[in-house]
Structure formats: C-alpha cells, structure tokens
C-alpha cells in the first residue's frame, strides 16, 4: 500500500502558506449565492403558523380559510387535533403560495383552538423544577470526604452560564423542488452527503432521488445537520403544489425558538487545596436544560481531569423550551467556564496569583507540558506579570481593571471522507468532494493541498463541491472537515500522479514512477530537473482522463490527521464599577492545532471564536418570560450580539512549529471558542474584587455581585 | 439641521454613533421617506384616485433605478425594498437577517445614503437611485474594498459580508481617511455571528491607505 504524509515544511509550495480564502471576492461582492439566494422559474413561497404557547394542547385546527386564500397553492397542518405542544415555537402548519405575503396571509387565516396548560420555562433555579429536574449522572472518584476534611484551602461558589442561541445569519430552510420523481433541495447543510438519505428518510423517497445543492451556507455553528422538518414539509408542498419549487426559510423569531441552542449549565462547586496550592478535591452539584429532554452533564472537572478526589451529581432539567442542538464545542465553553471561575476563585482564597495556581496544576491534566508553554507564552503576550494586582486591587478612580485566564481541550480528527482527482488529457484537474466550506476555508485548503502535491499553481485546480453528486464525505461537525478532506485531497492527488508516472515512465527512459516528481508545473526526475517534461506536455501522453479516488479513514488516517488540540486565552478588562458595563481591552489566544494548512484562515477562525466568547461572557442569552412561557427577545435587537466596537485588541498566537506540524492536521473550529468566557469572567473577577456567578456578564449582575448579592439568575 | 433622511445612516466624522442611537437615525429616515414618496406627485399607484394617492392593497406596477437600470416590477404596497430585490428582481446580494432594522445584512444605498432596506417599503424607493453591493463592486476584480477584504479575510460564511461592504463603502464616502474610532463606528451598524470584525477593521483601514490615526 502507498505511504502518504505531508511535504517537509520546507518543502511546501502551497500548504502552511497564507493564501486568502478562494471565494473571499465573490462573497465580499455579494455574488456568492446560498440557498436562500435561489430563485428559480415559478417559485412559490412557504410560511408557517408556530404555536404561541409554551404548553399547550390542541383542540382542533381550521385550515379551510387559509385554503381559500388568494395565491394558496398548498397547506399542510403539521400538528392536528389533541396534539400537546411542548414549546413555543412549535410548527403547527405551513402554507404555499405564489407570494410571500399572500403565504402569510394565509397563515394568518388558520383557526387554532387551544387549551392552554401550565409550564416550566425558566432553568436557573433548581427548586422550582420539582419533577421536571432528573438524575443524570453521578460519579465517585478517591475518597473526596477525606480530602475534604484535610484540605488546607477550600473554596465554594455557584456558577452559571445560560442557553445561547445559535443565531445563524442564513437562517434554517431551503428551496426545494420535487418534481415527478426527482426532488432537488437547494439547503443550508452542514452536511452536503447525508443530507439526502435524511430528508428520503422523512418523506419515504430514497435518498437516489434527492439532489442536493449547496454552494455557500450563512452559519451553522453545529445546529445544520439534519434537513429537518421544514425540508419535509417544504418538499410535500412543492409536490402538492404541481412540482413548483418552493422557498421556505425560518423567519428569525422562530429561529432563535427552534433552531438550536447551546445548554445552560448552573454549577454549586467545592475545590479543596494542600497548602502548596495542588487541587486534591473537586465537587459539584450541576444541572442543565436544553429544552425538554433536559441537559447532559458537562465534562467536568474540564481539562483538570485528573484531581484525585472528585464527587459529581447531576440532573437533568426538562423546560418548555425549543431543543437543543450541538453547538461548536458542545459543553465545553460551558465546563471551561465552571471550572476555571472555580479555579480561579481558589486562588483568590489562597491569596495566591491565579497564574501560579493554574500552572502548578497543570500536571492535572493530559497535556501539562503544552498548557504550561501555551499559559507562559499568553501571560507574556497580556504582560501578565507587570499588570496583575490582587482582585479588587486595580482601579484608578471608578475605573477597576482586571485580568483572568481561561483553558480549552479539543480532539478535531479527521472525519472520514472521499474525494476523486482526476487528470485531463489537456492537462485540467478537477478534484470532486461532497464536502460544504462553512466560511471556514475549506475550498481554499482543498486546493492548496491539490496543487502543492501536483507541483501546479492553485488556479490549475478546478474545486467541485456542494453536491451530493460527488464522493460522500462527511459532515461538517466537531472541528473534523479540515483533517478529513485535506488527508482525502492528499491521497486522491498523490494517487492520480502516480497514475500519470506510470503512464510516463517510458517517456523518461523507464524511469520509476517512484523516482519521478512534479515541482513547479514539471514532471521530472528526481535530483536531475532537466529531464522532464511540462505538465501540459506530460498529460497530452494520456489517452483518456486518469482518476484516483482518496479515502480517509478516520480508524486509519495514516498519519495525516490526529486529534488533541490544546489552548489557553487570557483576558484584559475594565469594568466601570458606577455602570456595572465591562469592556474588554485585549484577549490573547495561543493554540495548538498541529499541521496549519492555511494560517491566514486558521487565524480568522480564532479571531471569529474569540468574538463568540465576548458576546458569551458580555452579552448574549435566551430570556424566557416566566408568566406568558414566551422567549422576550427572539429578535437581533435583544439577542445581543458584540458588534465591531466592542471586541478590544485580539492578539492570536498559533503554534507554528516543527513538534505540532508533525502531528498532521487538526480542525480548529471549535478550540479557540471554548475558554474565552472564562478569561473574561475571570477577568470580571479580578477588577471587582467579587465573582460574578452567572454570565453574560451584564451590568445589572456586576452591580448586583459589587453590592453583595451576586446569584445565579 | 438636516432631515433624518439626509443625515443617513452614518453621522461620518462627527464620531462614535452607538448601534441604538444609530438605529433612532435609520429608521426615523425610513419614516421620513414614506412620506416624501407619498407627497411626490403621480408616484406610480395605478388605480390611485385624484387626491387620495392611496396605493394597493393589491399589487402595483411600479419602476425602480437600481444600479443604473430601471427595472420594472409588480409589488404589493407592504413589501420591502429588500424583499423586492432578493426576489422579483434576483439582486440577492443584499440578505434578510433579521428583517427588522438590527442587523445591516440587507444595507443598500438610496440616493447616496446608506439604508437598511428592510426597513423601507419598495414603493417609497421609487424615483430614488438604489445602489445594491452588487452595482457598488462592479469591477469585482479591480475593487480596492473587494480586494482588502479578502486580503484581510473580513468574511467566514459571508452572509454579513455583503452588508459590511456597503456600510464601509458609505463610510469611506463619507470619510475618506476615517481614523480608528470612525472605522469601528462605521462598521457599528452591521452584526457579524462569525466574527470577522477584526479583518473587517484592517480591510477598511487599509482601503483608507492607512486613514488619519
């Protein structure tokens, strides 16, 4: 079997290189065009009645007005008569018609009688769930009662971190067409290959006749995998309205109600200390909700896995909310949150610098020696040492300043993925993926891979993906494409130029394919440039298009890919403690994530995550009204979101060395967004003097926790 | 004092506009548009009676200047500019985000100002010169903005981008060599999920050759 691996790093045309994003001029020029983009011949439009209640039951439903309607081409009720509605937001029934606005008039017509039953909307305080709160995990490590009762420093606190939505900007939906006995959905997927076998699965048409198109996607952030409800729905309306495509995408208040959140988790923690500062106890008493099937327990104690003696009991909390969906990192940010403030608030207690107390804890943890180097390198980046004072020790006038450290664990091996490189007679190459680019970049590695291992320039490279018409690969999810379709690129690419080697060695004086190599637009002898051919001239010898198809295996990959990221990030604040708003002056990340392909675009997806955690820790979260049962901001003016003025200085530090580059590939989507809201929490901590238990960290809170009446709400 | 409709989405140099006092300008000069195209004489409602210039509520044939054109389209009097463009006349450069005046996806100038489009009714942009992402970046290739934001990869899915790429051009507009403070104030109208904020303050930046500070 070949040998694959990755060119030396000095050795390397297009791969590690700072190449901008292929499809940056057709996107920042609005050319780019997504599914909700598509507008083709005789389209039609959906709408959607949601039910208005958190819990109710449905009496009986009237759709004959909306029937009725001018434009109305189809309507589909969804949710009958003695259906029990469990959140707001639920789709009761969907509407087709020649307009928008004659759909939602329709919708508009539809009768619902209901019966309205009582709720639980609210997560932040356990005794008011009664029943609805479950037993979900328990765990019992060493002998906690022991190192509770000889811990020389112990420290409690109450954490909290609530339901975010995902918010993505192309909101969920497609264009669907299904005609005769073909369907075509024109999505917003996070996975391009599977995306047809689910929708088959829901409307009982095999996957075959599923074409799936998708060229651009506005966000997923993990809540895209499926094809959902609304694709299920959409599809029966195009078929009932005579074969008319039609376009349905979620309006941003149902958005922001069913299409996804990240669990809140609520923590009491107890860390118990030696006198030399060394973590020996962890307990925790935590519950979640992401909705109604309630909310799992976070990998906690995060990172610090290792602390001898650990008591954890969980439950879990089932709301009258939307359900959750996996969100880049699931629980880590959370778990990183949990920990670290508890971490941090030891240190407060021991009198001792955060700094210190995280470093002579590291070896806690799986990778001591990468947080040890990675916390040195940030603490010198933030001039840690010159700018650190004892919590509430730092304020010139009302201006109080702090600093606070926050750290991230990640796997981000390669998923399994195919991809086909074939070679033209007339020199083209196409390479052919049903991978989707998230914005992450992954056209752009894709061919700088590509063209590096065929010694051509990028623009020799003809990408094809988007469509489940080409090689299944996999979802995009949990940092896996970028190690998946670059180790696919990889073999696919090195396959065919061995094809095309064997095909020319008789032309180079029987020449080994093995002695042969292609470097700079020419195929040639090893150690002797001269004897060679150009690439153009080289493929003209091909009789027909040579193929090769790369396969990574992700029980196998070869070398190429691996997982096991390591981060930390440190933040710099100011909180004005008149106002109680907090802004933050810098943040500096300094991550692993072994071979970088591409650093320009692996350093936008730390920058990017970076901002998610400041509109985590300052501003953004889910606020359900505990009477109506109804989410008070499923909007973009009160779901708040960090707008450019309000991010301060981002310093990113990528590990770019000959230790990590040999490690291969790891995906980076997820790393950098999982310790900033500790950071900044901490950070918060460090300024005031006091934590503030729950994030965002709004003014209301940090005046609340100044005046002694810090709590978890 | 200028009308809000003059004073435009952006107060330029005059310093930090914050989202929510930004937002009070915005839609203020949306209101004040509906009642100029109103007052306008013969502002194409068919079936309008003398006097009553009432529009609709049906669909009406109306005629919109966008990028130089102009397009003929059948519109009901509640539709959006922006639904107007993304669909009928296939312009979907501009993005429906949160349809509500927040976010900036759907930025588009009219009369050389920056709006969201959202929040202003097709029939109220008629005799108006709409300019969409699409008519600004033109030489898509040669496009100084285009080509910074890809430099400094100011986009990730791109769903904002667009949006950005207007408010930045009305900002250089406005303020040619906009120092710091004036670009991250200028980019305050527009909300990016992604994050992408700190390439699109370089981007713009360097656009500016280098701005005042």
């Known amino acids: 079997m070949a040998e694959y691996n990755w060119p030396a790093m000095a050795e390397r045309s297009w791969i590690g290189k700072r190449i901008s994003r292929l499809d940056g001029p057709q996107k920042s020029g609005g050319r780019a065009k997504y599914g909700s983009d598509m507008n083709p011949a005789e389209l039609l439009h959906g709408a959607i009645l949601v039910s208005p209640y958190a819990h109710a039951k449905i009496n009986s439903i009237d759709t004959s007005a909306a029937k009725a309607s001018p434009g109305v081409t189809a309507v589909i009720t969804i949710e009958g008569a003695g259906k029990e509605i469990q959140w707001e937001g639920t789709i009761i029934a969907a509407v087709a018609a020649e307009t928008e606005v004659q759909a939602r008039d329709a919708v508009r017509k539809i009768k619902v009688d209901w019966q309205v039953l009582p709720h639980l909307v609210q997560d932040d305080d356990l005794s008011k769930a009664g029943s609805r709160a479950k037993p979900a995990g328990e765990k019992i490590q060493g002998d906690p009662d022991a190192a509770k009762a000889a811990a020389a420093f112990r420290v409690s606190g109450e954490y909290g971190i609530p339901v975010l939505t995902h918010c993505c900007l192309e909101p969920h939906g497609q264009v669907i067409q299904w005609k005769g006995d073909e369907i075509v959905s024109w999505c917003s997927t996070q996975s391009v290959s599977n995306y047809a076998g689910d929708l088959g699965g829901q409307i009982e048409v095999p996957a075959t006749a599923i074409k799936v198109h998708q060229d651009h996607i506005g966000g997923g952030f993990g809540s895209k995998f499926q094809s959902d409800q609304w694709g299920a729905f959409c599809a029966q309306l195009s078929k009932q309205s005579g074969g008319r495509p039609v376009k349905f995408f979620l309006d941003r208040n149902v958005e922001l109600m069913i299409a996804g959140n990240r669990p809140s988790h609520y923590a009491k923690i107890t860390l118990g200390a030696d006198k030399e500062g060394k973590i020996t106890l962890w307990e925790s008493d935590s519950w979640s909700t992401g909705g109604f099937t309630g909310g799992n327990i976070p990998p906690i104690p995060y990172v610090f896995t290792k602390i001898a003696n650990q008591r954890l009991s969980h439950n879990a909390v089932s709301t009258n909310n939307g359900p959750q969906r996996a969100w880049r990192a699931p629980n880590h940010p959370q778990a990183s949150y949990l920990t670290c403030a508890a971490i941090d608030d030891l240190a407060a207690k021991m009198g001792k610098d955060p700094m210190e107390v995280f470093l002579a804890n590291f070896d806690l943890t799986a990778r001591g020696d990468a947080y040890t180097r990675q916390l040195k390198k940030a603490a010198k980046l933030i001039d840690w040492e010159a700018n650190w004072k004892g919590r509430g020790k730092n304020r010139q006038g009302h201006i109080a300043h702090g600093l606070g450290i926050g750290v991230a664990t990640w796997g981000g091996a390669g998923h399994d993925s195919r991809a086909t490189a074939r070679i033209h007679p007339d020199g083209t190459v196409e390479l052919e993926c049903g991978t989707q680019d998230l914005g992450t970049g992954t056209r752009t590695i894709m061919v700088q891979v590509a063209a590096d291992t065929l010694g051509l320039p990028m623009d020799a490279i003809r990408l094809k993906i988007g469509q489940n018409a080409y090689p299944p690969s996999g979802a995009s999810g949990g940092s896996t494409t970028a190690g998946g379709v670059s180790s696919s690129t990889r073999i696919a690419t090195t396959d065919a130029l061995n094809l095309l080697f064997e095909q020319l060695s008789s032309s180079l004086d029987n020449t080994p394919a093995a002695n042969l190599e292609a470097k700079n637009g020419r195929i040639q002898v090893k150690g002797n440039p001269s004897k060679g051919m150009t690439w153009r001239e080289a493929c003209r010898k091909l009789a027909s298009p040579i193929e090769a198809l790369g396969h990574n295996n992700p029980r196998n990959p070869r070398g190429l890919n691996t997982g096991g990221a390591a981060g930390v990030q440190v933040a710099k604040v100011s909180v004005d403690t008149e106002t109680g708003v907090v802004t933050l002056d810098k943040i500096v990340a300094v991550q692993d994530c072994g071979l970088i392909l591409n650093p320009k675009t692996a350093e936008s997806q730390v920058y990017g995550a970076m901002i998610m955690s400041v509109c985590g820790a300052l501003y953004e979260e889910r606020i359900v009204d505990e009477l109506s049962g109804r989410m008070l901001n499923a909007d973009m003016e009160f779901y708040k979101l960090a707008g450019a003025p309000d991010i301060g200085e981002m310093v990113v530090e990528m590990e770019i060395d000959p230790e990590n580059d040999a490690r291969g590939v790891i995906g980076l989507g997820e790393p950098p967004v999982i310790s900033g809201i500790a950071a900044i929490g901490n950070a918060v901590a460090n300024a005031i003097g006091v934590r503030v238990p729950m994030v965002p960290l709004t003014p209301r809170r940090v005046l609340d926790a100044m005046n002694g009446n810090g709590r978890i709400s | ?213």
């Open chain 2, 1 to 213: 004092m200028s009308s809000p409709k003059e004073q435009g989405k952006h107060k330029g140099s005059k310093g930090e506009v914050s989202r929510r006092g930004f937002l009070e300008v915005t839609s203020a000069g949306g209101a004040a548009a509906a009642t100029v195209a109103l007052d306008r004489p013969a502002a194409a409602q068919t079936g309008a009676q003398a006097g009553a210039r009432i529009a609709g509520p049906g669909p009406v044939a109306i005629t919109l200047n966008v990028n130089g054109k102009m397009l003929k389209v059948n519109v009901e009097p509640r539709e959006t500019l922006l639904d107007t463009l993304r669909g009928p006349l296939d312009h979907t450069g501009a993005k429906r985000v949160c349809d509500r005046g927040t976010c900036g996806a759907c930025t588009v100038m009219m009369d050389g100002k920056s709006v969201y489009s959202c929040t202003v009714l097709a029939i109220d942009a008629q005799g108006s010169k709409i300019e969409t992402v699409e008519g600004l970046t033109a030489d898509l290739k040669n496009d100084a903005l285009v080509k910074a934001f890809v430099e400094h990869d100011a986009q990730q899915c791109g769903y904002c981008t667009p949006g950005f790429m207007v408010a930045a051009k009305m900002l250089l507009k406005e303020t040619p060599k906009p120092t710091y403070a004036e670009v991250k104030a200028g980019l305050s109208g527009n909300l990016c999920r992604c994050g992408t904020y700190v390439g699109l303050r370089g981007a713009v930046l360097e656009a500016a050759q280098g701005g005042r500070a």
